[in-house]
């Protein structure tokens, strides 16, 4: 089953050095059943991202983790999972970057007729501390879609 939705995120970032910077973002998305897998929720990105062209998908698995997959202008693939680090590979335009991920939250009410993700996590760059991360993403159904 997919549904269209329309899907509110606020982003912010934390780095040593340099003032938190946040975002806000509201667009129309996929939620996808993958029925055993969980759930996959996906949208494009915007100019406003600095992101155009790129399409973005959080598979959410039963079992808690959270994989944020980028493909297009940005090519990366984060994994999310509560109090273990992940190795990711993040490709921009102007070179790769290994990246280390660790989760300090996941809060997950994510089901087909929408919900929230929260997802708190600590970024590394060369096994150093870069900077604190926050997703909060809030999912709800697009009545319009319906209407049409």
């Given at each position: 089953m997919e549904k269209n939705v329309i899907i509110s995120i606020k982003g912010k970032q934390a780095y040593e050095?340099?003032?938190?910077?946040?975002?806000?973002l509201v667009t129309k998305g996929r939620l996808l059943d993958c029925g055993e897998d969980g759930l996959s929720l996906s949208y494009q990105e915007s100019e406003l991202t600095g992101m155009e062209g790129t399409l973005t998908t959080f598979q959410v698995e039963k079992t808690g983790r959270i994989t944020l997959l980028r493909m297009g202008q940005v090519n990366s693939q984060m994994v999310f999972e509560e109090g273990r680090r992940h190795l990711s590979l993040y490709q921009t335009p102007v070179?790769?970057?290994?990246?280390?991920?660790?989760?300090?939250?996941?809060?997950?009410?994510l089901c087909m007729q929408g919900g929230e993700l929260e997802i708190d996590y600590a970024?590394?760059?060369?096994h150093a501390l870069a900077g604190q991360n926050a997703f909060h993403i809030q999912v709800r159904e697009d009545n319009r879609a319906m209407q049409q």
């Open positions: 050095g340099v003032d938190e910077d946040g975002i806000e070179g790769d970057l290994s990246v280390g991920i660790l989760a300090n939250r996941i809060k997950n009410t970024i590394e760059l060369d």
